[in-house]
């Protein structure tokens, strides 16, 4: 069991991070306002943000979505550029960035389903890149 999480090569569920996502994650700080609210796919590394650079996000874990606006940008983040309810529900939830990675299963990253809208962003949505780390990209949301 303990292999399954920990042991390289025997993680059943896929890595969250990798050292290129995780030395981006090491400069938000710096590069977010304190105020700052993410809005990124749990299964990947922005579950880390909170406690790796201090910065709130709204899915701090894998578990159960609350809330009809984050059940909204769990399923439908993807179309965020052409649904006004997807960017309703972003600003009802104070959401400043998005943390959007494309690693798969192929590459060794944790994939679920249940996220598949938030791996893609929409193509028409109005985003300022902030930083990028390997497979990983924190926009600032600006059409919001």
Request: charge should be negative; include cysteine; hydrophobic fraction near 45%.
């Amino acid at each position: 069991m303990t292999a399954s999480v920990y042991t390289p090569g025997e993680i059943a569920w896929g890595t969250m991070l990798s050292r290129a996502e995780l030395a981006m994650i090491e400069r938000l700080p710096a590069e977010l306002p304190p105020d700052a609210v993410v809005l990124g796919d749990p299964f990947n590394g922005s579950a880390y943000l909170p406690a790796l650079a201090g910065v709130d996000v709204v899915f701090p874990q894998l578990g159960p979505v609350r809330g009809d606006d984050a059940r909204l940008l769990e399923r439908s983040l993807d179309d965020l550029g052409t649904d006004p309810a997807v960017c309703a529900a972003a600003r009802s939830l104070g959401v400043t960035h998005l943390y959007a990675d494309s690693a798969g299963a192929a590459e060794g990253a944790k994939v679920h389903e249940r996220t598949a809208a938030m791996r893609e962003i929409g193509a028409a949505a109005d985003l300022e890149l902030v930083d990028t780390g390997g497979t990983a990209t924190v926009w600032r949301l600006t059409g919001c």
